[in-house]
T-cell receptor, first 115, second 112 residues
Framework: GAVVSQHPSRVICKSGTSVKIECRSL??????MFWYRQFPKQSLMLMAT?????????EQGVEKDKFLINHASLTLSTLTVTSAHPEDSSFYIC???????????FGPGTRLLVL | GENVEQHPSTLSVQEGDSAVIKCTYS??????FPWYKQELGKGPQLIID?????GEKKDQRIAVTLNKTAKHFSLHITETQPEDSAVYFC???????????FGTGTRLTIIP
């Protein structure tokens, strides 16, 4: 199957700082990438859909100015959590698809802890 | 929009027995139904998927069945092993829609 990587795997930061998470499709070109957030013992919550070269589409209730998404190439999307606060602490997971209606492959996730 | 319900939320099965997880969906236009396995601290891993033009699909010990009329689909794991212990998520995607709608997850524990 297709491989999606994320970096870093975990990050600890101070409140008020910004954190960037990278999502890469290693062996295919991803026309669309998704960013999810998952709290302990809960399901995946879609934050935004990212298409290469265009602005991300955010789900209702997700602040686009706080969670900046950039999809500059067909193999890389980044999520920047700006001015992070303790309530932003969570498990962030990206996924990628190649072409329309294709299988969605997930990255290993990034655990963010904001102190 | 689509709504996916998943049951049970937890399931304990003796090693070697079968496990069944069920999901229902609300949007009759949904046509793609994947199942993901998530181990602690890791991202979800696709284990099997089925499209609406098929009623059943099997891959070794794992099978998925789809009933379009009733709008429900099920995951069947036979001859369970300790490494099958994980959280399993079902999902549904509608025609022309890129997004997946996930179920709430089932924590499966295989008892040795």
């Amino acid at each position: 199957g297709a491989v999606v990587s994320q970096h870093p795997s975990r990050v600890i930061c101070k409140s008020g700082t910004s954190v960037k998470i990278e999502c890469r499709s290693l062996d295919f070109q991803a026309t669309t990438m998704f960013w999810y957030r998952q709290f302990p013992k809960q399901s995946l919550m879609l934050m935004a859909t990212s298409n290469e070269g265009s602005k991300a589409t955010y789900e209702q209730g997700v602040e686009k100015d706080k969670f900046l998404i950039n999809h500059a190439s067909l193999t890389l999307s980044t999520l920047t959590v700006t001015s992070a606060h303790p309530e932003d602490s969570s498990f962030y997971i990206c996924s990628a698809v190649q072409g329309a209606r294709e299988t969605q492959y997930f990255g290993p996730g990034t655990r963010l802890l904001v102190l | 929009g689509e709504n996916v319900e998943q049951h049970p939320s937890t399931l304990s099965v003796q090693e070697g027995d079968s496990a069944v997880i069920k999901c229902t969906y609300s949007d009759s236009a949904s046509n793609y139904f994947p199942w993901y396995k998530q181990e602690l601290g890791k991202g979800p891993q696709l284990i099997i998927d089925i499209r609406s033009n098929v009623g059943e699909k099997k891959d070794q010990r794992i099978a998925v069945t789809l009933n379009k009329t009733a709008k429900h689909f099920s995951l069947h794991i036979t001859e369970t092993q300790p490494e099958d212990s994980a959280v399993y998520f079902c999902a549904a995607r509608g025609f022309g829609n890129e997004k997946l709608t996930f179920g709430t997850g089932t924590r499966l524990t295989i008892i040795p």
